[in-house]
């Protein structure tokens, strides 16, 4: 059974950084795509970042790109989220998911999600 688990959220002044982690468990090869969104109250979900985990390649999207970088350990099957320069307006709860494809930032298709982890920032 495919798990995904965030941590690494939290609250931090404007300026600053955190660095979210997505551990993946479950699963036996890497021909997917491994996403972050994020959701803020009232607002549409949007997708900040994805990455093939087969081939490592990155997409952003434009609020935060430059300011954010996904990477991986392939032998820890964790994915980073790193961001910095962070703004109030980047406050959110964080998501990671899985897809069989991503459109530059966004998943295509169902796969498996996490239940988030909260990013505050003052």
């Known amino acids: 059974q495919v798990q995904l688990v965030e941590s690494g959220g939290g609250s931090v002044e404007a300026g600053g950084s955190l660095t979210p982690s997505c551990a993946a468990s479950g699963y036996t090869h890497t021909r997917y795509c491994l996403g972050w969104a994020r959701q803020i109250p009232g607002k549409e979900e949007e997708g900040v970042a994805t990455?093939?985990?087969?081939?490592?390649?990155?997409y952003y999207s434009k609020t935060v790109k430059g300011r954010f970088t996904v990477s991986q350990d392939d032998s820890e099957s964790v994915v980073y989220l790193q961001m910095n320069d962070l703004t109030p307006d980047d406050t959110a709860m964080y998501y990671c998911a899985t897809a069989p494809s991503c459109d530059g930032s966004k998943l295509l298709g169902r796969g498996a999600r996490g239940r988030g982890t909260q990013v505050t920032v003052s």
């Open positions: 990455i093939w985990r087969a081939s490592g390649t990155r």
